[in-house]
């Protein structure tokens, strides 16, 4: 059963000039579901989607990604990315962007009208992507990750600096896709979207804290918020 | 190689730089319009025979270094170029679709260049086709440089700081301000290994003789050597796995 497994990784270090980024890090995502990436900032989250997606020199371990080792050719249309700033030209209108991304991608035309949709940027297809705001073009850059249907959509701080709502909606798509059968790994420093997650990678120093889910984690260290909970396993470790 | 993936990129690159007719207009317009002012700084036919040949291989070296090494510098900082790697786009389909951009824009700047001189009394004794080649050609060696000086650069401050460094020694160089028979010896070995100096040499033997001598050949094969070497360095400078 190789296509059990999302992203596996084992031993997995990165060191970047003097610092050690990640050390040894291992876990193995099963498909389906939402799984969070939780930490502080600097805590390595960036790092390990980065291996993820076979963009990050990897100093030892191995990791694998949907059954090939991350960064194959093959999995280049499998796996969907959404960076932590929104990797889109500004120079370009929604559509255009989009429109490229799905000639990359070689995902079909009508794939644009499809991921417009359901970033709810409608009204904004004709409008320069600079022009719109921090949130608008993290959801275009977020459409561009979800072209051409990927198995797995890694996605970088998607929520940031969104109002309520619309997280709220996003939060929506994301189960949506999960129940379509698309695995998704969402990094985040708001422990309240822990609660949101079928599973949490709890990362802090570049070391991975837990991997289990919300409820189990909570029940493990005998507290009752998210945020209880990952101070319980710090002062633990 | 994917053709398709190398079309969808030229036509992005144009269509970004539909969105800003400033500069579209200032690349194609502006080297003729310098073509104007140099007739009539010197007020010369015969100087203008002189400088006008190379001048129309030095503008489109210029732009193309500048717009491309800017333009490339924003692919990689925006997180663009990392994003367009984890897809099935080859660097040469990306390098390839730059190419095929900027080579239109350079195209329409080098006609329009070449027809205000000829207006200006620019006298070719040759084919014009010939003094288009190496205009052309000049252009993707400005490119080429323009890719490779990105990779070096980490603002877009470096970035135009490069110019001065790569471009201006080639211009004062090339053969146009002093003949490069004459220069002390350790210029003219400098000179000898720069590109835009065969470049110039081509362009003047273009104007001056109505038939091509071998060494005309030569120097356009050095020039499309140097631009090809430069745009396979410029790809090995594309990673996609980063630090």
């Known amino acids: 059963m190789v296509n059990c497994s999302a992203a596996a990784a084992v031993g997995l270090r990165v060191v970047r000039g003097h610092n050690e980024v990640l050390h040894e890090v291992s876990f193995d995502i099963p498909s389906g579901g939402v799984t969070g990436l939780l930490g502080p900032s600097g805590s390595g989250k960036t790092t390990l989607l980065r291996c993820i997606l076979g963009v990050q020199k990897i100093t030892a371990g191995t990791i694998n990604v949907l059954g090939r080792p991350a960064g194959s050719p093959a999995l280049r249309s499998q796996v969907g990315y959404a960076s932590q700033s929104a990797s889109v030209y500004d120079d370009l209108t929604v559509a255009e962007n989009l429109r490229y991304f799905a000639a990359a991608l070689r995902a079909p035309a009508s794939d644009v009208d499809r991921v417009i949709d359901a970033v709810d940027l409608d009204d904004y297809r004709s409008r320069l992507t600079g022009r719109l705001s921090g949130g608008q073009r993290s959801r275009v850059s977020l459409a561009v990750a979800m072209l051409g249907n990927p198995k797995l959509l890694v996605l970088d701080e998607p929520t940031v600096g969104l109002d309520p709502v619309l997280r709220e909606e996003l939060w929506e798509l994301f189960h949506q896709l999960a129940s379509d059968g698309v695995t998704l790994l969402v990094s985040s420093h708001v422990m309240e979207e822990a609660e949101r997650c079928d599973a949490l990678l709890l990362l802090r120093d570049g070391r991975m804290l837990a991997y289990d889910s919300p409820s189990a984690l909570m029940q493990r260290t005998g507290t009752g918020t998210m945020d209880e909970a990952f101070l319980h396993l710090v002062r633990a470790a | ?243």
């Not at chain 2, 994917?2 to 080297?31: E, G, I, K, W």
């Not at chain 2, 990689?76 to 897809?87: D, I, K, W």
């Not at chain 2, 000898?192 to 050949?217: C, E, H, I, K, N």
């Open chain 2, 1 to 243: 190689m994917n053709f398709r993936l190398l079309l969808a990129t030229a036509r992005r690159v144009l269509t970004q730089l539909s969105h800003d007719p400033r500069t579209v207009t200032m690349l194609v317009a502006v080297p003729s319009l310098l073509m104007i002012m140099l007739r009539y700084v010197f007020d010369s036919a015969a100087f203008f025979d002189h400088i006008a040949p190379a001048l129309l291989g030095f503008f489109p070296f210029l732009m193309m270094f500048l717009i491309t090494s800017i333009t490339m510098l924003r692919e990689r900082t925006s997180g663009t170029l990392e994003r367009l790697l984890t897809t099935p786009m080859g660097k040469l389909d990306l390098l390839g679709g730059y190419g095929l951009a900027f080579s239109v824009i350079a195209a329409l700047q080098v006609v329009l260049a070449v027809l205000i001189s000829l207006a200006l009394g620019l006298s070719v004794a040759g084919s014009i086709a010939w003094l288009l080649i190496v205009a052309l050609l000049n252009a993707l060696l400005g490119l080429a440089f323009g890719l490779l000086a990105s990779a070096f650069a980490r603002s877009e401050f470096q970035a135009v700081q490069f110019m001065p460094v790569v471009v201006l020694p080639q211009l004062l160089l090339c053969g146009l301000f002093h003949p490069r028979a004459e220069m002390a010896t350790v210029l003219r070995w400098a000179s000898d290994v720069m590109p835009l100096s065969y470049a110039v040499d081509a362009l003047q033997r273009a104007t001056a003789a109505s038939s091509l001598s071998g060494t005309y050949w030569r120097d356009v094969l050095i020039v499309l050597g140097c631009a090809l070497a430069g745009l396979g360095l410029a790809a090995a400078t594309l990673r996609r796995r980063t630090d």
